[in-house]
């Protein structure tokens, strides 16, 4: 049986597998360096970008011929298709990082994206998670707490500690993802807080406090996990998990896992909130109660140089409270006891 023959590539599809094979090189570089797998993701879409303005606007896709004037040309496609100035901002610092690389390779003699500046990072205005979002889905959680079905029950204890911590303790997805158990230090008396210990990458180890409500909503979802564990025969220090409505699937529990927990509660309860909008109204809530600017910044995890200007300019007109999470979980409580025992 004879082979078919391919057809031989032409230059311009030879010079774009000659650019996609440097650009995996670049990704194994940053893999080397620890960079995430969502980081590297989003290296990988911002160089899309630009592999998509080589072949259908600049003609050409020749990374050695690169020069400053092509690069100019890429900001001004960059300036029509992106509205926002951090997207613009991101595929340019994507591009001098890689054309960095090629440097480095010897495959440029200089990085042409070092001579342009950058898009300016403007901060978004902070949009946090209105009150009245807050209440609907911590009643709700309450509500599923109580339910007659143990894995309901611990799905809903677990997603009440995932809430507690980012909006009293302004927690980041990627805080939460692999947070173990023994992160969590409860308090000795009435007058400590539970604390949960954030081990960031680039930075000391440090504490955050959390809101009373903590204490006995931790306390019971504890209980609940390690029944569930016995149960099925599971073991993790994870404190949150991967589950499906049955049963467990595995200890710790990915951003993308939190976002789309998220996105249903957004579906179901038809609320305008996600964990960066609660994350925000937690920073609205440290404000309000006349927090330290260092310890607010100490506990968002920011540098020292972090401005909380924003926050401050839009503090107006912002109320948020934490103490109708405990007056509510003992209002469910106290319901569902009495519920039990047909008082």
Known sequence: ???????????????????LAYQQEFFKSLQNKGRSVNTLKNYRTDLQCFNTFLKKESGHVRVEDMQTPHVLEYGDYLQNKYTSDNSRRRRVQALRLFFDFLVEEKVVSSNPVRKIPTSPKFLDKPRPAAMVDL???WQFLLEEGHSRNGMTRLLARRNQVMVLLIYTGGLKVSDLSNLKVDQVTLPKNEEESPRVLIHPPKRDPYTV????????VFEEYLDLLREQQKAQNIEFKQLLFNANPYRILSGGLSS????????????????????????QSCIFLWLQKRVQDTLIKEWMGVAPSYSLKLYKDHLDGQVFDDGFLLELYYHYK?????????Q
């Open 1 to 19: 049986m004879t082979k078919a023959k391919t057809a031989p590539m032409n230059n311009d599809e030879k010079e774009l597998k000659e650019l």
């Open 135 to 137: 209440k609907t889905l």
């Open 209 to 216: 406090p959390l809101g009373q409500a903590f204490v006995p």
């Open 256 to 279: 993308r896992g939190i976002e789309v927990i998220f996105e249903d509660w957004r579906e179901r309860l038809m609320l305008e909130i996600t964990a960066k909008s609660l994350r």
């Open 334 to 342: 106290k319901h569902s006891y009495e519920r039990l025992h047909g």
